[in-house]
């Protein structure tokens, strides 16, 4: 189904994502807006950008990043559930997205949880209330 979904163009993006496959179905979010709604989403860079391209004027990019990919490393080996090869992969791909960060209008340095879920909701709701989000880097 996820194959027919792909072939009929009704997604706006899809990734296999380390084994597991994930998409965004373009009724739903044409759907959504046009309830009036604000849809939120947790995608990678390229689903970010394929929203943004999809949808230019109703989208609010955020990228959430580690203060050093060191410190993220840290975070993924204190998890202790993934393989030393997993960690080198998701690190990786974490420099990947990282070199796209400027294509988004914010970025939110996660040094504190917390403070990173409080500025993102700050800025979401800002941007619900209609006021203009300001670009820039934020550290939380």
Known sequence: EFRAAISRGDLIEYEEIFGNYYGTMRSQVRAGIERGDFVIFDVDVKGALSLRSAFPDDTLLIFVAPPSMDVLERRLRDRHTETDAQIAQRLARAEME???????????????????????????????????????????
Not at 102 to 130: H, K, P, S, W, Y
């Open 98 to 140: 990282m070199a796209h960060r400027e294509a988004f209008d914010v970025v939110l340095v996660n040094d504190d949880l917390q403070r990173t879920l409080d500025a993102a909701e700050r800025i979401v709701r800002e941007a619900m209330m209609g006021s203009p989000t300001q670009p820039g880097l934020f550290e939380a």
